[in-house]
């Protein structure tokens, strides 16, 4: 069956510290690959996508992923993170059906 | 452009009332959904339309009804409320079906059923 897991509920990274939100996949075919960003009482923003092609793809607000098929993973990664991006951030693929699977969340929080 | 409009914001029921959640977009999108989002388990697909007339069934869809009489609005019927439809529920949109993976949410729907 096809799913997503993001292994970490929370994540707590200081503030201009590196950032990596894991994501696994469990997918029969080349996935579609995202990450969506959910910010306090928001509804969700698509922050970047993997179709085809460079492993490494870039999205909005300094954020990028890498997709390893070898690993099944497209982890989310920001090298300095700022409090703005205290959020939740959803990782999720796309079906045969045009629907998208995702994962439950990893909730990212800032220390000053 | 407003994009994609929800109300109420929040709501609180008793159980067995029926409300209607109102969705609106403003992009002229052809794919709408509503999505319920629990803690601890993402989003799930309730209902789904790939234009005005045309809906079907996700993943959750017991205890929900929708209709889509026209392109901008898609709104979600809960017809006899259970405190297990306690939720925050999202609307979404995108240009079409084929580009359904990249949506623009809503705001949400705090519901809460006592």
């Known amino acids: 069956a096809q799913s997503v897991t993001q292994p970490d509920i929370h994540i707590t990274v200081s503030e201009g510290a590196s950032l990596e939100l894991r994501c696994n996949y469990s997918?029969?075919?080349?996935?579609?690959l995202f990450w969506y960003v959910q910010s306090p009482g928001q509804g969700l923003q698509l922050l970047l996508k993997y179709f085809s092609g460079d492993t490494l793809v870039q999205g909005i607000k300094g954020f990028e992923a890498e997709f390893k098929r070898s690993q099944s993973s497209f982890n989310l990664r920001k090298p300095s993170v700022h409090w703005s991006d205290a959020a939740e951030y959803f990782c999720?693929?796309?079906?045969?059906?045009?629907?998208?699977?995702w994962g439950a969340g990893t909730k990212l929080i800032i220390k000053p | 452009n407003a994009g994609v409009t929800q109300t109420p914001k929040f709501q609180v029921l008793k159980t067995g009332q029926s409300m209607t959640l109102q969705c609106a977009q403003d992009m002229n999108h052809e794919y709408m959904s509503w999505y319920r989002q629990d803690p601890g388990m993402g989003l799930r697909l309730i209902h789904y339309?790939?234009?005005?007339?045309?809906?079907d069934q996700g993943e959750v869809p017991n205890g929900y009804n929708v209709s889509r009489s026209t392109t901008e609005d898609f709104p979600l019927r809960l017809l006899s409320a259970a405190p297990s439809q306690t939720s925050v529920y999202f609307c979404a949109s995108s240009y079409s079906s084929i580009s359904s993976y990249e949506q623009y949410f809503g705001p949400g729907t705090r519901l809460t059923v006592t």
């Open positions: 999720a693929v796309g079906d045969s059906n045009y629907q998208l699977i």
């Open positions: 339309s790939v234009g005005a007339g045309i809906t």
């Open positions: 997918y029969g075919a080349t996935p579609y």
